[in-house]
């Protein structure tokens, strides 16, 4: 077995450090692959980035269109339901329906057709001040 010593014993030249200068081109060349494997690394880190949020934007647009039809769905129903709340058919039946009476959980208003129909002539200028009391027509006759 050798055993060497842990110190060596040559002469250390004070004036000349051990540095050796690299001129290869070989160290240029890596320098650039590795520059360039980064750049390509990070655009498609960024491409698949970008990506990514534009598959979480289109979801978001299309939970609002789906919301958006449903409500339209209901607005129309709604629209319906005050149709035929607002028809002259139903208007009718309730008030002509006797006052105990209940229709779609309204009482009747007990009310009657009239025998005449009298129309009457408003003043023909904007202000309500009042009205002419005079009757300008009886069931289509103009007096």
């Known amino acids: ?7 060596d014993k040559r002469p250390i030249e004070v004036g000349k ?7 290869t081109s070989r160290s ?9 494997i980064l750049l390509i690394s990070i655009g498609f880190f960024s491409r698949m980035l970008l990506s990514a949020m534009i598959v979480q934007r289109q979801t978001k647009i299309d939970d609002l269109s789906e919301s958006i ?17 607002e028809s002259t058919k139903r208007i009718m039946r309730i008030a002509l329906a ?6 779609e959980t309204i009482n009747g208003l007990g009310m009657i057709i009239p025998e005449i129909t009298i129309y009457l002539d408003p003043l023909s200028n904007d ?3 009042g ?5 300008i027509s009886s069931q289509g006759q103009v007096q």
Do not use: C, G, H
Not at 17 to 23: I, T
Not at 28 to 36: D, G, N, V, Y
Not at 98 to 103: C, I, L, N, R, V
């Open 127 to 129: 202000s309500l001040q």
């Open 131 to 135: 009205w002419q009391w005079r009757q």
């Open 28 to 36: 240029w060349f890596r320098s650039i692959a590795i520059i360039l």
């Open 17 to 23: 450090p051990k540095l050796e200068l690299v001129s």
């Open 98 to 103: 006797a006052p105990d009476e209940e229709f």
């Open 69 to 85: 039809s449903e409500l339209d769905s209901d607005n129309r129903s709604l629209m319906f339901d005050i149709a035929q709340l």
């Open 1 to 7: 077995m050798a055993v060497f010593p842990l110190t």
